[in-house]
């Protein structure tokens, strides 16, 4: 009996520090006295020259280049290019103040973002890595955004890599196209650490397109 005691203390015990650890980038991040708010997200196709950015990204998988170094019309280059991301955020105060009253931030309400974590689902579940979808990553871009002031972050939305890969090398061949939600997560902290987030969606779909 004495034995069975230890154990269910041991048990108990370890139950309490998993849920603390569990719990304490939530609480942390609950204390947060602002919240970044994502005001767009957009994606930008690559190409030789710039795309425009747009709510949704036509992704190709293969892009024949004509122009260019030893690139021409009768000699054309296959070439893979990676597509970008812009985001456009800004902070707000949590607490709002009463009727009548203005809250006005300082600059402890500042926050510095600076990690991006891209991942890929489809509506019909089908969503694993690899074989339906590309990889999520992580990728890195620092920028402060100022209470009062919008900022852009940019990002690689579609690495090159990925385009290399499975699901989205086959692509280049069959005829198919893939129709993806990618779900943009940025992260960062305020002046005194809390740590703050958002998470954005945009449509992208994946084909081997007209040149």
Wanted: proline share 5%; with cysteine.
């Amino acid at each position: 009996m004495k034995t069975m005691q230890i154990v269910s203390r041991a048990v108990t015990a370890a139950v309490l520090v998993a849920a603390t650890a569990s719990c304490g980038s939530v609480v942390r991040d609950s204390r947060a006295p602002v919240m970044l708010v994502m005001d767009s997200l957009a994606g930008i196709r690559g190409a030789v020259a710039a795309g425009t950015a747009s709510a949704s990204l036509t992704s190709d998988v293969l892009t024949i280049v004509t122009s260019g170094g030893t690139c021409s019309p009768t000699a054309p280059c296959p070439t893979v290019f990676s597509d970008a991301g812009t985001a456009t955020v800004h902070v707000v105060l949590k607490d709002i103040g009463l009727p009548g009253t203005t809250i006005a931030p300082s600059t402890n309400n500042q926050v510095t973002i600076t990690r991006i974590r891209v991942s890929y689902r489809r509506t019909d579940g089908r969503n694993q890595e690899g074989v339906d979808i590309p990889f999520g990553f992580d990728t890195a871009s620092t920028i402060t955004v100022i209470p009062g002031a919008n900022a852009s972050v940019s990002f690689p939305l579609v690495r090159i890599q990925a385009k290399e890969e499975a699901p989205l090398a086959a692509l280049i061949t069959s005829g198919q196209f893939i129709s993806a939600i990618a779900d943009v997560t940025l992260y960062g902290q305020d002046v005194v650490g809390n740590a703050v987030s958002v998470t954005g969606s945009i449509a992208v779909n994946f084909g081997n397109f007209g040149d």
